[in-house]
């Protein structure tokens, strides 16, 4: 069984940094997809990055791309996003979440933390 569990997230001023870190057992970070996703209020949920388990390869929502960067750490089995120049619209619950590779759909999700930016 899949478990994955987020931490990092807080209250931050625009234009400052945060990073969220995923914590994955029963499945192994280096050989799968994970992810990053975010909801804010009121909208649907949607993409923010993603790694590729094989050759590490990132891709990134355009609203992101720039200023956000996927990581893992295969020692420790986790995923981190870092986050610079957040805006308020980054404001959102963040998720991490486990990809299947071939339908890049998500087979568990994290519980979520809460990213607060404050203008």
């Known amino acids: 069984q899949v478990q994955l569990v987020e931490s990092g997230g807080g209250l931050v001023q625009a234009g400052g940094s945060l990073r969220l870190s995923c914590a994955a057992s029963?499945?192994?970070?280096?050989?799968?997809?994970m992810g990053w996703f975010r909801q804010a209020p009121g909208k649907e949920r949607e993409f923010v990055a993603r790694?590729?388990?094989?050759?590490?390869?990132?891709f990134y929502a355009d609203s992101v791309k720039g200023r956000f960067t996927i990581s893992r750490d295969n020692a420790k089995n986790t995923v981190s996003l870092q986050m610079n120049s957040l805006k308020p619209e980054d404001t959102a619950v963040y998720y991490c979440?486990?990809?299947?590779?071939?339908?890049?759909?998500?087979?568990?999700w994290g519980q979520g933390t809460q990213v607060t930016v404050s203008s």
């Open positions: 979440a486990a990809l299947i590779t071939s339908t890049l759909s998500v087979s568990s």
């Open positions: 790694i590729r388990g094989v050759y590490g390869t990132t």
């Open positions: 029963g499945r192994t970070v280096s050989s799968n997809d």
